[in-house]
């Protein structure tokens, strides 16, 4: 985990789903960011294998083959280094949606996922492992790809529950 303090997102319920938003600000250009998030070999390396089509429409699958979990998907926004949206789903399930915003700031970039599950799933535990994931993108931009950190994973869950719980009892 990188040595500083965990600060959680935000989540918010939007009717029937859950909305979480994470955010990272990156000293790295939203170039060098839109190719972790979109070009297979970098994907690869602080998300799963695969590979998406950079275009509305275009086709999204992603491997999580230990897990099991295989992603098949589109893509629902496209703007070129700017916004990546798909469903973070396959098939009959419901939909996930997932999307990466990206915004130039002087000589970086502050990234912004906005990931939504239906109200019955855990967006405790989605938000965490996002935040794991980041983690490894972080790293990867470095240059020092990193195993997922599920201390970083566990520290967040416990965060997000605590958020979810304030929401359930507002």
Known sequence: MSEFEFQPGVIRRLGDVYEGRLQR???HRPAEVWQMLTAPDRLAQWL????IQLCKGGAVHINFADSGTLIES?????ELERQLAYSWSSGSEPQRPLSWSLEAVDE??????????PIQE???KACAGFEGHLEMLLAALEGVPIRF??????QARTAYQAAVA????A
């Open 25 to 27: 600000s990156i000293d």
């Open 48 to 51: 799963a294998p695969g590979s």
């Open 74 to 78: 589109t893509v629902l926004a496209f």
């Open 108 to 117: 970086g970039t502050v990234l912004t996922l906005v990931v939504q599950v």
């Open 122 to 124: 855990d967006i405790a």
């Open 149 to 154: 950190p599920f201390d970083l994973f566990l």
């Open 166 to 169: 304030a929401l359930v009892k």
